[in-house]
């Protein structure tokens, strides 16, 4: 083989090409299938054990042909074996994240830790050409050491972090760490994307610092003033979903592999901020009301402003965010809007 | 309770007391039994596998009727259950280090991970009154960041380590994580030692830093001039097993609990020094060989000279290292002298 043709073997084209989302039935999963589709992949199955996601995520996607929905855990090497059959690109997004791991350690590492190597396996036995895996920025951690800019050699801080997001961190890395261990032994072909906080259509209630937003909204639609808690000086980084499907199909179709990259929003913003464009986009003035932490809740803290620095994917997967926090705000009151109603009660999982 | 009795609930007398360590086929195991016995503990189980500890380690303290050896596997709730009932106090050894993560990344993780939760589930069910985890100075991690002096808040590096080493270093983290999650959950008091590289009578070939100190006398031994790889100059901090042992028992006594502190020897060493040490006390005046790094083998860098900070276990648990590198390398070489002889090869696991 050349090295251009080398060079091109971790490129996987999507127009005609079979893919396999796992952890399909979320906020990521949904949207990036939309895109796949959209661009013209001849089949996308969607796996899920669906015990945070609901099939209603996935509903809209049923009725075209090329779509195959699959209920199996990550945590069950033969279903992944089966649903990765005659597969060219996997995106794998099962993970527990810091509340369900804070609710269950065990099952938590095993879906972020045993999940990954089942999902390698089965890439390697059905010679799948490229994986994506989702990370996070919380290899970065939370706390003191948390601040200015956060590029991909910033170190993992988890001092007097709640253990739940420690854990939830580490067990990110070593996903990671276990991609490259493939690539290096096998010549698995990865590209780690390290989300952000993804907000949009289809929000769900399991990221912690997503709460704020459908918290703010549900608060202002019910006639509330909205709840900052502390002072709402910290800050948050989002990235809007259709932002991450666009990387994750990027990064399926760079040449790039063995490379983990941030994915994140234009801009970072205070909770403050946020919890304020969050109601005026709802149409109140209601004014933000301070409060204490609720006991209980994993909250995450950063030691001063910071942004994470998404330069590194503009660089290898060609990728950078399009959505301003102001339009992809307005697109998810949107959906909520046209979806829960005014009075639907949010479900709290 | 009185907040005094509170205080001293976590301290665990040695003399009388029942104690039960895993991962007692080692090194750090074989030392810390040898001085629970001598301060008069009324009862020591000895756990391993013996995947890697040989039955040779444990030989000598088989004769003592307060010892109980048990071949169990931390991967093995019932095993640790049954090894765990009536027992005052654990010594958690039982892990894969870097190399044998490198080799084996599932079964590494299923130890380091899984194995410490079933520990912890055991501790909870018999109601063990306290939990030493040997955790690593593998939670700062390698490459550029890990410089000067290295503290208890100091970040996890892992920019450019192997990926064997990464998972080490994050799987410890894990461990950590979870014995705090156990303490809040279920009031389970532990101290984590955060061990710097061990060394001492018993030495075992599977930490990567330790390796130099065999080898070197190896070679020596075999008339052969001792390698260094490259100049020599980068730092290695070392601690003598035996000031592991006395730092074991010191987690036990002590009323500290929910904390995690350094055990390290009185100062570092670089790579270079110690190979001229180490010739210099095996009676040889041979002059090192500076050589290029072996392929495949896990190496593990720093960015600079660095120091494993101590003074925190001295404040939570009143330690601190007493013996000197050089003398512990006499014992250490005494030891493999009248045990090997000098013309039997090492045996590399």
């Known amino acids: 083989m050349g090295t251009e043709m080398g060079k091109n073997d971790a490129a996987v084209a999507i127009a005609g090409g079979r893919f396999l989302i796992v952890g399909a039935a979320s906020l990521v999963g949904s949207a990036t299938a939309d895109l796949l589709l959209e661009r013209g992949a001849a089949a996308v199955t969607l796996l899920d054990n ?13 009725k075209d042909p090329r779509v195959r929905i699959v209920r199996g855990d990550v945590m069950r090497l033969p279903q992944l074996l089966a649903a990765s059959e005659g597969v060219d690109g996997v995106v794998h997004l099962a993970a527990a994240m810091s509340i369900s791991m804070d609710a269950d350690p065990w099952t938590g590492l095993d879906v972020n830790i045993r999940g990954v190597q089942n999902m390698i396996e089965a890439c390697r036995a059905n010679r799948v050409r490229k994986m994506v895996f989702a990370s996070s920025n919380a ?40 991609c490259r261990d493939a690539h290096r032994r096998h010549g698995l072909d990865y590209v780690v994307l390290r989300y952000s906080t993804v907000y949009g259509e289809r929000q769900h209630y399991r990221a912690a610092n997503a709460l ?32 991450v ?39 109140s003035d209601l004014v933000p009301e301070h409060v204490d932490p609720p006991a209980g809740r ?21 990728w950078q965010p399009q959505v301003a926090m102001e339009e992809g705000l307005a697109r998810l009151i949107r959906w909520r809007d046209a979806t829960v109603g005014l009075d639907a009660p949010a479900v709290h999982r």
């Open 50 to 62: 669906f015990a945070f996601g609901s099939t209603e995520t996935v509903a809209h996607l049923e």
């Open 139 to 178: 290899v970065y951690g939370y706390g003191p050491g948390v601040a200015g800019d956060l590029v991909e050699a910033t170190p993992f801080h988890s001092l007097g972090a709640p253990s739940g997001a420690v854990i939830y961190g580490a067990s990110k890395i070593i996903g990671e760490q276990l």
């Open 212 to 243: 704020y937003i459908i918290e703010t909204l549900d608060r202002v639609r019910r006639g509330e003033r909205p709840r900052v808690v502390g002072d709402g000086s910290e800050t948050k980084h989002f990235v809007y979903v259709g932002d």
């Open 245 to 283: 499907a666009r990387a994750n199909l990027a990064a399926l179709v760079a040449p790039a592999t063995d490379v983990a990259v941030n994915v994140s929003g234009p801009a970072p913003i205070t909770t403050l901020d946020l919890v304020r464009m969050v109601t005026r986009l709802a149409g």
């Open 298 to 318: 994993v909250r995450l803290t950063s030691g001063g402003p910071f942004r994470i620095d998404h330069g590194a994917a503009a660089a290898a997967i060609g």
